[in-house]
């Protein structure tokens, strides 16, 4: 049930608040998209608590508000399934709306790798396997490979092969 929610959430999502902010298709309402998106996080929704962390980091259509935006960040660290996980993950390791912080990243990519998250197996593999972050540890990086592998995920299969 949480997977298909979320999924209509991912579909719903871009085309309701961003609508909003945009004016695409509705008269651009930048308070109400915001409206929106609050009434959405505040009831646990995982996707527009990102969204609402973006907004506040960038400040898209608000204020920019970094420690806002670490709220909604936070939540999702705390309420977000492992794909929400291992996207935030990736923000904290490029910068991208919250200041760069490459052992945070490691530890929601590991969170999300240990949820079943193939993305996040397979970063996880590429940092040990190069020592990127963490200590260069050629057996917990095939373990992280064979995860992703397993799961279909191509590219470590690949990998795993030798086709890459």
Do not use: C
Request: overall charge negative; proline content about 2%.
């Amino acid at each position: 049930m949480k997977r298909f929610l979320i999924f209509l959430w991912l579909i719903i999502l871009p085309i309701v608040f961003p609508s909003n902010l945009t004016g695409d298709g509705v008269p651009k309402d930048v308070e109400k998209a915001n409206d929106l998106l609050n009434k959405a996080a505040e009831q646990g929704n995982i996707l527009a608590q990102m969204e609402l962390g973006r907004i506040y980091a960038t400040g898209a259509g608000v204020s920019k508000d970094s420690e806002r935006a670490n709220y909604w960040y936070q939540k999702v660290e705390e309420n977000g399934d492992a794909y929400t996980q291992f996207v935030l993950a990736l923000k904290y390791d490029e910068g991208d709306g919250v200041e760069k912080d490459t052992q945070k990243a490691i530890e929601l990519s590991q969170k999300a790798a240990e949820a079943g998250n193939f993305y996040a197996q397979f970063t996880l593999a590429q940092r040990y396997a190069n020592g990127d972050g963490v200590e260069q540890d050629a057996q917990k990086a095939h373990f992280w490979l064979q995860k992703a592998a397993d799961q279909g995920y191509v590219p470590a299969q690949h990998e795993i092969d030798g086709t890459s």
